[in-house]
């Protein structure tokens, strides 16, 4: 039978992640026939979190879901929004009582897709086990006949394949994202899920994770938390296309991919 295809983007920083993306997401969805876009934005607002602003920029690009991770609380005034927004989340397996939700179930020209974003531990905050919490998210949303994604914001290499096979046969796709360097090992697991390790991001190249290389550079240098700024320059847009069985609801193939983006 046909088939459906999601796009997940990695982490979108700053002006030039949203103006790469208000550029060429619509262009890219349509032309490698995507028809449901993950976004994650934890970073949109100049480097650090996001706002309500800067949340319906991207949504206005083109993402139908825009997820994020540890940075999502620095702008205080998106709480409410990520109370109201369906199609914001932040990660599951914060402890209950935490403004937002970390899942959501989306109707789509006919398919109906999960979202499910997480949160690791290794060199971030210790909060409640990603495993549990996304496993039965993904579940829950299986059986309501979903295909479901899973934007998995953490750091090592080593949590995130441990959080991929823990989904295996559950999650149509488990993509990382946070460290804003695009992995080369999209492949499906065993069991069929589709998998990468890190999407990459939405921003400038010439940058170090986005940021102004010089400020960074003299950040690790001196060992001075000096305050960072966005990069300035030429941009690409960073993430993976995964295609799906329509009926089955199995996933055929992964592809990340780097598209530059002339920035008008
Ligand atoms: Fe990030
Ligand atoms: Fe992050």
């Known amino acids: 039978m046909g088939e459906v295809r999601a796009l ?4 979108v920083v700053g002006e030039a992640g949203i103006n790469a993306l208000e550029t060429a997401l619509r262009p890219l969805a349509a032309e490698r026939g995507a028809s449901f876009v993950v976004v994650n934005g934890e970073n949109a607002a100049a480097g ?7 949340l319906a920029r991207i949504l206005a690009a083109g993402a139908d879901v825009v ?3 540890n940075h999502v609380w620095e702008k205080r005034e998106v709480w409410p929004t990520l109370e109201s927004e369906k199609r914001v989340l932040r990660p599951a397996n914060y402890p209950a009582g935490v403004p937002g939700r970390g899942s959501g179930l989306y109707e789509k020209d006919g398919t109906l897709w999960g979202v499910v974003n997480a949160q690791g ?3 971030l ?4 086990c990603p495993f549990r919490a996304a496993a039965s998210l993904a579940e829950e949303l299986r059986g309501q006949g979903a295909i479901t994604l899973v934007d998995f914001h953490a750091e090592t290499t080593r949590e995130k394949e441990a959080f991929g096979f823990h989904l295996d046969g559950l999650a149509g796709a488990v993509a990382g994202t946070h460290t804003h360097v695009r992995t080369a090992d999209a492949r499906l697991l065993p069991k069929g899920t589709a998998y990468i390790s890190d999407l990459g991001m939405s921003g400038v190249v010439d940058g170090i994770i986005g940021m102004d290389a010089k400020i960074c550079l ?3 240098r001196t060992s001075i938390p000096l305050r960072m700024e966005c990069a300035v320059g030429k941009a690409s847009l960073n993430g993976a296309l995964i295609v799906f069985d329509a009926e089955s609801r199995a996933a055929v ?3 990340g991919f780097t598209v530059p983006v002339e920035l008008t």
């Open 67 to 69: 997820t994020s991770g």
């Open 8 to 11: 997940m983007i990695g982490d």
């Open 48 to 54: 650090f979190g996001l706002t309500a602003e800067t």
């Open 125 to 128: 905050t210790p909060i409640d």
């Open 121 to 123: 531990r290794q060199g």
């Open 218 to 220: 003299e950040r690790c």
């Open 253 to 255: 193939s992964i592809e």
